[in-house]
């Protein structure tokens, strides 16, 4: 036989065997996140056995998203769809109807502490309240009447606990166990890694708020997204807009706001990342308090801001705050 019919009869070999899948691929789960720093947290549960899409990217304003055609057929083909709940995702409820989604959507507050929403107290003290597992699903319908989204009776920005990170990192292991038996040990040993990361953070940031005067560990941002950073850390917050960026303040909030920088002798000022910093600008010019830099609350940085993941988000925070005030 010649070499050319040789070869062509072992390429006939080979093309006729059948082509196997990998087997990582055939197991992968679909997994939607609704906004950055969810997908950072699934990411280091998932690892290589999650395909992750996430719709509200990074610098990305969850509060005011309006989901794309996309998103529903998106949403629809998902394994699981991992989202904060407290009626931070004011398009969540029209997005799920929308996708006819089958997939489990789990909200990763549940069985956590949260604190009362300010807007509904009516003053800035923050009451610790334990939410079950009955509530949420009921909220999630609330406030979006007419199109209009509020948050209800709970501060939804809980991640900015170092704590609540953990209880985020479980649900989502339980999460991906309940859809993928298989890789379960996997997720949990992964939970684990990334939780011993999370309470090395914890004890960094207790450590640099340490380090902080008493006295000046009160500073502006642009909207009320600090509150569980607030009660976990002692650092007080003032901001002139609620806890949604929807939240316009009005000529008397910002007057009162300024009467009480000058009281409470805020220390230092800062911009957002998901918000517009004109309103910080005139704050700022008002009390002459020098603006300290920019803060992450509700999204990540993309990959190369300084805040790309949530561990980097909370040590960006407390770095910027921390130098802001002391003027390191």
């Known amino acids: 036989m010649s070499r050319t019919l040789k070869l062509a009869a072992v390429m006939g ?11 990582a691929a055939a197991e992968n789960l679909k997994v939607v996140a609704s906004f950055s720093i969810i997908g950072d947290f699934a990411k280091n549960v998932g690892g290589d056995r999650v395909d992750i899409i996430t719709l509200v990217g990074p610098n990305g304003d969850a509060h005011v998203y309006e989901p794309k055609p996309a998103d529903a057929a998106t949403v629809g083909s998902a394994d699981v769809v991992l989202v904060n709940g407290l009626q931070f995702e004011g398009f969540l409820q029209r997005l799920v109807e929308a996708s006819a989604t089958k997939a489990p959507v789990v909200e990763l507050t549940k069985g956590g502490e ?43 920005h809980a991640w900015q606990s170092v704590h609540n990170a953990e209880l985020y990192v479980k649900n989502i292991a339980d999460a991906f166990c309940a859809a993928d038996a298989a890789g379960c040990d996997t997720y949990r040993a992964n939970a684990e890694s990334y ?53 316009e303040a009005s000529a008397a909030d910002v007057a009162a706001l300024i009467k009480q920088i000058r009281q409470d002798k805020a220390s230092a000022i800062f911009v957002e990342n998901v918000t517009n910093p004109r309103l910080i600008e005139q704050i700022a010019s008002e009390t ?15 990959e190369n801001g300084p805040a790309a993941t949530y561990l980097e988000m909370m040590r960006h925070n407390i770095t910027a705050i921390k130098g802001a005030i002391l003027g390191s």
């Open 13 to 23: 070999v080979i093309t006729s065997l059948p082509i196997i899948p990998s087997v």
């Open 114 to 156: 949260v604190l009362r929403n300010t807007e509904e107290e009516g003053h800035h003290d923050q009451d610790k309240a334990a939410k079950g597992e009955e509530g949420h699903a009921a909220e999630a319908k609330e406030g979006h009447e007419e199109g209009h989204h509020h948050h209800g009776e709970f501060d939804p």
């Open 195 to 247: 939780g011993q990361q999370l309470a090395a953070l914890e004890e960094e940031i207790k450590a640099a708020v340490a380090e902080i005067p008493e006295d000046k560990r009160t500073i502006i941002t642009s909207h009320d997204a600090y509150g569980y950073f607030e009660h976990e850390y002692g650092i007080k917050f003032l901001a002139p807009e609620g806890v949604s960026t929807e939240s």
């Open 288 to 302: 002459g308090l020098k603006i300290g830099g920019e803060l992450y609350s509700d999204a990540l940085s993309d």
